[in-house]
């Protein structure tokens, strides 16, 4: 298998650090509010439901890491990124650092795909909330070594950000 990416690495030690046992609460809180309302509507338990979506396992921890690393906790609106980038940060590269701080900073959203343009386009909007019909065209989105955001093709779109209805 190739060389991991400095995200892919910074993303790994960030998943490692969410196992520390000062964490646990968290953690616990981000779970249970992804899964413990779905489980009583279907009087199942959150582990059977687990074992019931294990075929999208990757792309269920994929959103609850995004969770944890973006929320605040009490007390002292404490992040796990920057408990994580204070005692380790320094052995990150900079564009690992840079991505974990976008990270903390972003909005988990679920978006609902409205149509496809094959090969050109999507456009979509934010799922269940009475906003507009973004366009996404197709282009290469990364990071410049310096942790900078930068576009390749068509630029990026700027994205709501936020979390109320718009």
């Not at 007390?75 to 840079?98: A, F, H, M, Q, T």
């Amino acid at each position: 298998m190739g060389k991991k990416s400095d995200i892919d690495k910074a993303i790994a030690n960030l998943m490692k650090w969410a196992e520390r046992p000062e964490w646990s609460e968290e953690r616990a809180t981000v779970f249970d509010d992804h899964l413990a309302q779905i489980s009583r509507r279907l009087n199942k338990s959150q582990e059977e439901l687990g074992a019931e979506l294990a075929d999208y396992g990757g792309m269920l921890f994929g959103m609850f890491i995004e969770d944890l690393a973006s929320r605040r906790f009490s007390p002292g609106n404490r992040s796990i990124v920057d408990d994580y980038l204070k005692r380790r940060g320094w052995r990150e590269s900079v564009l690992g650092r840079r991505y974990l701080q976008l990270l903390r900073d972003s909005v988990l959203s679920l978006y609902e795909v409205v149509e496809v343009a094959p090969g050109s386009s999507h456009r979509s909007r934010k799922f269940r909330w009475k906003s507009s019909i973004i366009r996404f065209t197709k282009c290469n989105v990364g990071f410049s070594s310096d942790g900078r955001a930068i576009t390749r093709g068509k630029p990026a779109p700027d994205l709501p950000r936020g979390n109320s209805p718009q």
